[in-house]
Nanobody, 123 residues
Framework: QVQLVESGGGLVQAGGSLRLSCAASGRTFSNFAMGWFRQAPGKEREFVAAISWTGSNPYYADSVKGRFTVIRDNAKIAVYLQMNSLKAEDTAVYYC????????????????WGQGTQVTVSS
């Protein structure tokens, strides 16, 4: 079984930055893709970013392109989400996702999920 644990959420002013972390444990992680989703109050969970095992061709939602960057550290089996130029509409619970299928990450059918970390952006 795989465990994903997020950290780094918090309260930040609009225009500020925040970095989320997600650490994976529990199994071998060769070819393990990872990504981020978010869910705002009263809204459905939405895709934010995904990154393959090799780290090539990260994929982003249009709403965060140019502001968010997803990176990974395979030595630590971790993925990070650097969020810059934050807006009030970025306020949500952010979830880390993991799967051995990169496609599954991108379409939201990931096998493994973290417990979520709250990000609140004040305007």
């Amino acid at each position: 079984q795989v465990q994903l644990v997020e950290s780094g959420g918090g309260l930040v002013q609009a225009g500020g930055s925040l970095r989320l972390s997600c650490a994976a444990s529990g199994r071998t992680f060769s070819n393990f893709a990872m990504g981020w989703f978010r869910q705002a109050p009263g809204k459905e969970r939405e895709f934010v970013a995904a990154i393959s095992w090799t780290g090539s061709n990260p994929y982003y939602a249009d709403s965060v392109k140019g502001r968010f960057t997803v990176i990974r550290d395979n030595a630590k089996i971790a993925v990070y989400l650097q969020m810059n130029s934050l807006k009030a509409e970025d306020t949500a619970v952010y979830y880390c996702a993991g799967d051995y299928s990169y496609a599954s990450i991108r379409i939201g059918t990931s096998t493994y999920w973290g417990q979520g970390t709250q990000v609140t952006v004040s305007s």
